[in-house]
């Protein structure tokens, strides 16, 4: 039994993974990552196409690509035809024994299999169910499906990302997929505070467009108010001392955003008639103070205005790639990443995000590599009371 210090916070916690390539899959791997028991549920004859994608060509033919190892770690897998009755009731019996199921199937497809919410808390009313769709399980859009790409466009957050010459422009990263898995882990989260209240389970309805709509907040209050439609802005920022800047040798994102932050940039480069008292004054004056303020930043790199500004508690930064930001010092002491060496069915070295924060006990683990399909399989099986003959029968029918 841990102990107060070593339990984490979903220890004890079981959940079914019936999810497949990164929004979902995303939010169980936060909840394994921080102790649940997470069975994920795949289908024998069609494996998850994370499985058979990524940057090395040799995992993703061994069904074990590095897109699928980004969000699979710590989790057991069990191969399971839902589409067989031998199947479901493979499931029906798990079922009893979970906290969480979570699915991201088109919205009816689990229901049709007599596998909803209303079907499956009859065995389990203490279960956490939750659905995750690209536009939510009801309304004139519940039955399409979606990926990130097609959210970041019916959102309309293509339209304020880059430049008015460049829009519509993507994210560069599945940014909605994340938000959505990171946003699915607070909901299943609440979902289960709130049953150690009630002694009631839930079903929680979570879709990507919501969670875009919710990462484009700043947007959609202030069009709620001025009746403006948003624009791109591209790196220009309605005040000059936020934005991107030239220096001798390369950009500087400078993020002076507050009124006392913008006083103390004007009086340390010795301009202190540009200081403004509010912030109208600095939307009104921002041409003058970028004329005044792009030739001061081109007299040194980018590197020392970034030690020059963070020194003087201005926020700045040089723009850094990937591999730098990797290699700096600061995130050894984040723990935020865990590196897979040699594991089973893995060779080599490949480092993936655990989870964005810290706590002070019982913080984020890997406890296993992703998972082999159908790697816990029997096991599993036999917890649930199967025999080994019943086993093999349900492995030569194909179920599992």
Do not use: C
């Not at 499985?51 to 057991?76: C, E, M, Y």
């Not at 009755?85 to 024994?97: N, Q, S, Y």
């Not at 001392?241 to 993020?255: E, H, I, N, P, S």
């Amino acid at each position: 039994m841990s102990d107060v210090h070593s339990m984490r916070p979903f220890d004890g916690i079981r959940v079914l993974d019936i999810t497949h390539v990164l929004a979902a899959p995303f939010a169980t791997y936060q909840l394994a990552v921080f102790g649940a028991d997470v069975i994920r549920i795949e289908n024998p004859h069609d494996p998850d196409q994370t499985r058979t994608d990524g940057v090395d060509p040799a995992l993703s033919k061994d069904r074990i690509g590095t897109h699928f190892i980004i969000q699979n770690g710590g989790k057991r897998s069990l191969t399971l035809d839902l589409k067989s009755e031998a199947g479901r009731d493979v499931l029906r019996r798990l079922v009893p024994t979970a906290d969480v199921l979570v699915e991201n199937f088109r919205p009816g497809a689990m229901k049709a299999l007599g596998l909803g919410y209303s079907d499956l808390r009859v065995l389990n009313p203490r279960l956490i169910y939750a659905s995750i769709s690209a536009f939510g399980q009801e309304g004139p859009r519940g039955g399409q499906t979606g990926y990130d790409q097609v959210i970041q466009a019916v959102s309309g957050m293509m339209m304020v990302n880059g430049t008015a010459e460049t829009v519509p422009m993507k994210v560069g990263t599945p940014a909605i997929d994340y938000s959505t898995g990171a946003m699915g882990a607070f909901a299943i989260a609440a979902a289960l505070l709130q049953r150690e209240r009630t002694g009631k389970g839930q079903y929680i309805d979570l879709s990507m467009l919501d969670t875009a709509l919710m990462l484009l907040g700043a947007h959609l209050t202030n069009h709620s108010r001025s009746g403006r439609e948003p624009k791109a802005g591209g790196n220009r920022h309605e005040f000059a001392t936020v934005g991107l800047y030239d220096t001798a040798d390369g950009k500087l994102q400078l993020a002076a955003i507050n009124l006392r932050q913008q006083r103390r940039l004007w009086e340390l480069l010795g301009h202190p008639e540009l200081v403004k008292s509010d912030n109208e004054q600095r939307r009104a004056d921002a041409q003058r103070e970028r004329e005044v303020l792009q030739p001061i930043l081109l007299g040194k790199t980018a590197q020392q205005w970034e030690e020059w500004f963070q020194a003087n508690h201005i926020p700045a930064a040089r723009i850094w790639t990937l591999p730098e930001t990797l290699a700096h010092p600061q995130l050894q002491s984040r723990d935020i990443l865990h590196r897979f060496d040699n594991e089973p069915g893995i060779a080599g070295s490949i480092t993936v995000p655990k989870a964005a924060f810290k706590l002070a006990h019982g913080g984020a683990r890997m406890d296993r590599p992703p998972p082999r399909m159908g790697e816990h399989s029997e096991h599993l099986l036999d917890e649930l009371g199967y025999t080994a003959k019943e086993i093999a029968a349900l492995r030569k029918a194909g179920t599992i």
